[in-house]
């Protein structure tokens, strides 16, 4: 039996981990759950799966927390503290890196060091801080399974195969809401439209990131550091259907492409049960059905967060986590209605021309990267 610890298990991944680990009771068990603010949500899964530690934000949340739960009550901890707890418990095997943004890192670094194997859903941990947590990967010789769709369909489709025989990888892309939209209605393109995905259900943050196409620039930094493949050899095609997840090209001409619906709970099953497979409750796959599978390039004048995280890689050094932080920051403003769609883009190409880059050696120098990218891009909506 492998022993869980979930990062953000009240949101979409986390609520994906859980069903999966209650369909198969015999294969595992839950150890840690840390949550933000919904306590309600935490309490119900702290009564079903009864981890040995959960953590919350902030204190008012803990003390929610405390009123809702019954006569099981395991250690309520909180913030950053209680996050790291979670992610070290001594009786979980992997943690579930699911957490949204650089407020993943921390935990996830924590959990290496604790000797954990991770199943990866925070990109922003690799994108941030890529050289660092593949060294302290190979350190303490833990495994860091993908559970990104792309990456799973990456990480699937290399088994069994030479690394220097890969010619490509190629990550697929939905395209988002406004694939079909023009540079001038893209400007006015307002918030409950950019939250309308067309075939994903996400949280609110990468949903807006698909929109802009960010979130499939930092999917192509988490490429580099996850399968040690340069910017040149990764490509981005967008795939409306999402029925192919992505794929590796060989030096023979063939391509090895891993297709199934669109439903996180697959590749979270595979990430959790790897080298064997489980069943995971999504809906087969129906290729009659579905008909026709079409392709098209990627729009970089329109979209221009994919080209920004292209040029962060090939820089190099701090500008990935300049990129993640900016990000970050306009979205959020995004969200709150402080700026326009088209903004974000232009907000985090502001503050990538206006940093300074640096070669970061330990985590403190990538957090200071990561805080002067979010007071700086702070000063340009401001």
Same mark, same amino acid.
């Given at each position: ?12 991944? =986390? ?16 150890? =840690? ?13 702290? +009564? ?23 006569? %099981? +009550? ?35 670094? !924590?959990?290496?060091?604790?000797? +954990?194997?991770?199943? *990866? ?19 303490? +010789? ?28 190629? *990550?697929? /892309? !939905? ?10 209605? *893209? ?54 259907? !999402?029925?192919?997840? !992505? ?22 099953? %595979? ?53 993640? /932080? ?31 880059? %640096? ?6 120098? %990538? ?16």
């Amino acid at each position: 039996m492998r022993s869980l610890s979930i990062l953000g298990s009240t949101g979409s991944i =986390g609520l994906s981990t859980l069903d999966v680990v209650r369909q198969h009771p015999e294969k595992f068990s839950i150890s =840690g759950l840390a949550a933000g603010r919904d306590v309600v949500t935490l309490a119900q899964q702290i +009564k079903e799966f009864r981890p040995t530690a959960v953590s919350v934000m902030d204190t008012d949340a803990a003390i929610k927390l405390s009123a809702l739960l019954g006569d %099981y +009550k395991p250690d309520i901890l909180y913030g950053i503290e209680g996050t790291i707890a979670v992610a070290t418990v001594e009786e979980a095997d992997m943690v579930v890196s699911a957490i949204v943004g650089a407020a993943g890192l921390i935990p996830t670094v !924590s959990a290496i060091t604790a000797g +954990k194997h991770i199943a *990866l859903a925070n990109k922003e941990t690799l994108v941030v801080a890529g050289a660092l947590v593949s060294d302290l990967i190979q350190k303490h +010789k833990v495994h860091l399974l993908p559970v990104d769709s792309e990456h799973s369909a990456i990480f699937q489709s290399l088994q069994g195969h030479r690394k220097e025989d890969v010619v490509r990888i190629i *990550l697929t /892309a !939905s395209g988002g809401p406004f694939r079909n939209t023009s540079a001038e209605e *893209l400007k006015l393109v307002c918030l409950e439209q950019a939250l309308k995905h067309p075939q994903w259900t996400m949280g609110a943050k990468i949903t807006i990131d698909s929109a802009t196409m960010m979130n499939k620039g930092l999917e192509v930094i988490e490429a580099h550091w996850l399968f040690a493949i340069p910017a040149e050899k990764i490509d981005v095609v967008v795939h409306p259907q !999402s029925i192919i997840h !992505s794929m590796v090209e060989y030096i023979d001409g063939c391509v090895i492409a891993q297709l199934g619906a669109p439903d996180m709970r697959a590749p979270i099953a %595979y990430a959790l049960s790897w080298p064997e497979r489980c069943e995971s409750g999504i809906q087969k796959l129906d290729l009659a059905k579905i008909g026709t599978l079409t392709f098209e390039e990627p729009d970089m004048e329109r979209f221009p967060a994919l080209r920004l995280a292209f040029d962060a890689l090939k820089a190099g050094r701090t500008c990935p986590a300049v990129l993640n /932080a900016a990000n970050e920051i306009a979205v959020a403003a995004f969200l709150d209605k402080k700026i326009r769609f088209t903004e974000i883009a232009e907000t985090v190409d502001k503050t990538m021309q206006a940093h300074e880059a %640096y070669t970061p050696v330990e985590l403190d120098d %990538y957090l200071h990267a990561d805080r002067w990218a979010r007071d700086t891009a702070t000063k340009f909506i401001a």
